[in-house]
């Protein structure tokens, strides 16, 4: 094991690579590497059912920035760490300096490496462009032949204090990257007239300025038009509304616009009158195209800075642009249809913002009964899940909403479990899908559905469902959550049932064979889904009366689960008759289980075999 600690950007992620990639041995085969999801709760420890078991030649990366590593969490990773050391694997682990609690000497500090020399290696070896790496260069070599035929020295060094040393090394290559976009041409036009008369200079230096916003993000540019000019009124919000509404038309972002704050009639009025809003649109940035749409297409990358900035300048007004979100994007509001792009920006200005709206506002879409917005809020809550600012925040809000009595939260819980979000975080997907199964309602049935698909997805998958509902049946044996993920697996029914695989396994694995007995047992007992276990019990039947499923195999399983439970409720009615669900199927299996256990029926050759063949003695309808 080793941690290495340090702020996001220091290059931890990178030296945690590395390190892995020169402690193992490349014999037999080259070293794998897994990222290990912290796929735990904060009130959980991590357990061998969770942490991957130890194989050699494989190393593991666990990066645990936004999630604390109490004494009980550092034990159990040590302790996985001595299983993986004895296999020949490893694990690193990087964090924050003071996330780490355990023994300090297998810490290392990172170092943040020079946020320029990022950037120019980026632009020379990534991105193939050693002339515009030369652009950062803070010592500019002399003159020589090349780029601008003999006027190398006018670009190199043009942009020497874009980027300073403190930038954070993965911000440094996304500049980097947008510099890259910006063509030698467009330069040489900025340029070329640099040593004329001073109204030339002015000019390239408003097309250096803007070359240099464009990187940024717009931040100079911003910071000059929204608070050197001191506009803070209609302009301000027209940008804002532009920036959330791009490409959206010009009618829709004045309506919009309008509508921040209490405007009263009067206030209204002064908005609509002086400049016309699209000369206020243009004065901040923000372009009209040709079908009156706002764009920015002379200001790529605007848009996103603008809300950035505004969240930041107006701190004293996020509660205002919190509810002027939450009021045009209602059902049936002017901007009703912009809920996907506007959860979206929440969810990027969120990822750095203090007291980011992101949270606040898709718990307040979550609470509306809609099923468009409920898919909307169903993909950014998994999405805010894969981010790592935003993972944790995202982790703990799903699980209060599976505990929620607010059906709608729950259905947004249900869908983002049922995708991959399961994937990536199994042991949390189950944990909130047990949380959903408490109830008999849609949420309950996409869960179960969601149970299903993750057992028929591989062999791998069937393990792990099994074991974890088996788990339930353990710990839960008096809620109906854990007897309902049983039946989920139990049901022949559903296009992808488990049951068949699982029977196969139940042939030679006595554990398997045990679930199912077991499974049924505790499931039996719960009142709350006797309605449904009858309804699985019957389908058994009819599966191996039209010998979908094996008679035999499905008959000793029942005479076994009959002797491990008294017959009340549904077992009752299925053994002793009701008088909605008679029909050959349950004559013939109730009659199976009257004799299943009088011969051997694997070598049984009596003429009146309950299982061979009086079972399909009864006539079939017609």
């Known amino acids: 094991m080793a941690v290495i600690t340090g702020e996001p950007g220091t290059g931890r992620g990178v030296s945690a690579i590395r390190a892995i990639e020169l402690h193992l041995p490349s014999a037999p085969k080259p070293a794998e590497l897994f990222h290990v999801a912290q796929d735990w709760d904060d009130d959980?420890?991590?357990?061998?059912?969770?942490?991957?078991?130890?194989?050699?030649?494989?190393?593991?990366?666990?990066?645990?920035t936004l999630r604390s590593l109490p004494a009980d969490t550092v034990h159990a990773l040590i302790s996985w760490a001595e299983r993986l050391h004895a296999q020949g694997s490893c694990v690193v682990i990087i964090g924050r300096p003071s996330d780490w609690s355990g023994d300090p000497g297998l810490a290392i500090a990172a170092v943040r490496p020079d946020a320029v020399q990022v950037a120019r290696n980026h632009l020379h070896f990534e991105l193939g462009s050693p002339d515009q790496a030369e652009w950062l260069e803070a010592d500019p070599k002399p003159a020589r032949s090349g780029l601008f035929g003999g006027t190398a020295n006018l670009a190199a060094g043009v942009f020497s204090g874009l980027i300073t040393r403190g930038v954070r090394p993965t911000d440094a290559v996304a500049m980097a990257e947008r510099l890259h976009r910006v063509t030698p041409e467009r330069l040489e036009r900025a340029l070329q007239h640099a040593r004329d008369k001073q109204s030339a200079q002015d000019a390239s230096k408003q097309q250096l300025q803007a070359i240099q916003d464009e990187v940024r993000e717009w931040s100079v540019?911003?910071?000059?038009?929204?608070?050197?000019?001191?506009?803070r009124g209609q302009d301000r919000?027209?940008?804002?509304?532009?920036?959330?509404?791009?490409?959206?038309?010009?009618?829709?972002?004045?309506?919009?616009?309008?509508?921040?704050?209490?405007?009263?009639?009067?206030?209204?009025?002064?908005?609509?009158?002086?400049?016309?809003?699209?000369?206020?649109?243009?004065?901040?940035?923000?372009?009209?195209?040709?079908?009156?749409?706002?764009?920015?297409?002379?200001?790529?990358?605007?848009?996103?800075?603008?809300?950035?900035?505004?969240?930041?300048?107006?701190?004293?007004?996020?509660?205002?642009t919190r509810e002027w979100l939450?009021?045009?994007?209602?059902?049936?509001?002017?901007?009703?249809?912009?809920?996907?792009?506007?959860g979206d920006r929440l969810l990027e200005l969120s990822r750095t913002a203090i007291d980011g709206p992101f949270f606040p506002i898709v718990e307040a879409w979550a609470g509306i009964d809609d099923a468009d917005r409920s898919a909307?809020?169903?993909?950014?809550?998994?999405?805010?899940?894969?981010?790592?600012?935003?993972?944790?925040?995202?982790?703990?809000?799903?699980?209060?909403?599976?505990?929620?009595s607010t059906e709608s939260r729950r259905a947004v819980v249900a869908d983002v479990c049922s995708g991959s979000y399961r994937?990536?975080?199994?042991?949390?997907?189950?944990?909130?899908?047990?949380?959903?199964?408490?109830?008999?309602?849609?949420?309950?049935?996409?869960?179960?559905?969601?149970?299903?698909?993750?057992?028929?997805?591989?062999?791998?998958?069937?393990?792990?469902?099994?074991?974890t509902v088996d788990t339930w049946l353990d710990r839960y044996a008096q809620s109906p959550t854990s007897a309902r993920a049983f039946l989920a697996l139990a049901d022949p029914e559903p296009q992808h049932s488990v049951l068949p695989n699982l029977l196969t396994l139940a042939r030679s694995e006595p554990q398997y064979r045990d679930f199912l007995i077991e499974g049924w047992r505790v499931t039996l007992s719960q009142h709350e889904v006797r309605d449904q276990a009858h309804d699985v019990l019957v389908a058994w039947a009819r599966a191996a009366y039209d010998d979908r499923l094996?008679?035999?195999?499905?008959f000793e399983l029942l005479t076994d689960v009959r002797n491990a439970h008294t017959p009340l409720d549904a077992m009752s009615r299925f053994l002793y008759g009701?008088?909605?669900?008679?029909?050959?199927?349950?004559?013939?299996?109730?009659?199976?289980?009257?004799?299943?256990?009088?011969?051997?029926?694997?070598?049984?050759?009596?003429?009146d075999c309950p299982v061979q063949h009086s079972f399909v003695s009864p006539p079939k309808p017609v």
């Open 44 to 64: 959980e420890t991590p357990d061998q059912e969770i942490l991957p078991d130890p194989a050699a030649g494989r190393g593991y990366l666990l990066d645990t």
């Open 221 to 231: 540019f911003l910071e000059r038009v929204l608070t050197e000019a001191g506009t």
């Open 237 to 320: 919000v027209m940008l804002l509304a532009g920036s959330y509404l791009e490409n959206g038309p010009v009618e829709l972002c004045i309506k919009v616009a309008n509508a921040f704050g209490d405007r009263d009639e009067g206030a209204a009025r002064r908005f609509r009158e002086g400049r016309s809003p699209r000369r206020r649109m243009q004065d901040v940035g923000v372009d009209v195209s040709d079908d009156d749409r706002a764009v920015f297409d002379r200001h790529p990358g605007l848009a996103m800075a603008a809300i950035r900035m505004d969240w930041h300048h107006w701190a004293d007004e996020r509660s205002t």
């Open 326 to 342: 939450l009021k045009i994007t209602a059902p049936g509001a002017v901007a009703a249809k912009w809920a996907q792009q506007i």
């Open 376 to 404: 909307i809020v169903s993909g950014l809550m998994a999405r805010a899940a894969s981010t790592p600012e935003l993972a944790r925040k995202a982790h703990k809000t799903l699980l209060d909403w599976a505990k929620a």
């Open 423 to 467: 994937q990536t975080w199994p042991h949390s997907a189950f944990t909130r899908l047990r949380h959903l199964l408490a109830y008999d309602d849609a949420p309950a049935r996409t869960a179960a559905q969601a149970v299903i698909m993750h057992g028929s997805a591989s062999g791998t998958g069937l393990v792990h469902v099994v074991n």
């Open 550 to 554: 094996d008679p035999q195999l499905i």
């Open 578 to 607: 009701h008088p909605d669900r008679e029909d050959p199927a349950l004559i013939g299996a109730r009659l199976a289980l009257a004799n299943v256990r009088a011969c051997d029926h694997a070598a049984c050759s009596r003429a």
